[in-house]
């Protein structure tokens, strides 16, 4: 007597992750691994996002840099004053400024 088993392949269940092959990238899209295969790693645009839910490539570095600061910095706004470090919440920057600057921190 077999058992049935289920079969869960089901490609609807939308939380499913597209894991890229050749490097750390996941995608919640399809069309999004796709299109980071192939500006990526066809070598087309070799500086891909380090943001990983980010799709986006480029060709050049300072594409890269700006695309960057013009997207993804706005989701952390809060910019430590003693390096370049950015933080998404303000506790998380209050943190780290006790952390590593509290010598320069007047009191
Ligand atoms: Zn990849
Ligand atoms: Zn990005
Ligand atoms: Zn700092």
Request: charged content about 30%; hydrophobic content about 20%; aromatic content about 6%.
């Amino acid at each position: 007597m077999k058992k049935h088993l289920r079969e869960s392949s089901s490609a609807s269940s939308g939380s499913s992750k597209y894991q890229c092959s050749m490097c750390p990238h996941q995608f919640s899209q399809r069309s999004h691994l796709n299109q980071h295969m192939k500006t990526v790693h066809a070598g087309i645009r070799p500086y891909s996002c380090p943001v990983p839910e980010c799709p986006k490539a480029f060709g050049k570095r300072s594409d890269l840099k700006s695309h960057v600061s013009s997207v993804h910095d706005n989701e952390r706004p809060f910019e430590c004053e003693f390096c370049d470090r950015k933080f998404a919440k303000k506790s998380n920057l209050s943190r780290h400024r006790e952390k590593l600057h509290r010598d320069k921190l007047e009191r």
